[in-house]
């Protein structure tokens, strides 16, 4: 009787474990879903040979949620080796450079760093 509780217990923390994964994993799709990269944001990075992967998008969407939450409207986004300008309200990235390109920056009411 007690061989066979403890084998409910272990599949059953092994279970809370995948779910738990699995809902992290939701959120982190979620988020990519949340930010959209304009077609000029594409061709700019295409051309810089700048690139993000999954959690790079997470980690975009988190931020500019933050400043949606602070107010910002149009935000330069300091990230990795790259510098992105995002419309925080659509949650779209409509420009990107490389940081030898960041000299003067207009048009923007706030910088996030994201590290």
Request: proline share 0%; net charge positive.
């Amino acid at each position: 009787m007690r061989i066979a509780q403890v084998n409910l217990e272990s599949q059953s923390k092994s279970l809370a474990k995948r779910q738990a994964v699995s809902k992290q994993d939701f959120a982190n799709a979620l988020d990519t879903a949340q930010l959209k990269i304009s077609n000029h944001a594409k061709k700019r990075m295409s051309a810089r040979n700048l690139n993000l992967v999954g959690e790079d998008y997470a980690q975009i969407s988190k931020a500019v949620s933050e400043l949606e939450a602070k107010g910002s409207r149009e935000s330069l986004l300091l990230y990795k080796d790259m510098g992105l300008i995002a419309n925080v309200k659509n949650h779209t990235i409509i420009t990107a450079m490389n940081m030898g390109e960041i000299g003067t920056v207009t048009n923007i009411d706030s910088t996030k760093f994201i590290k």
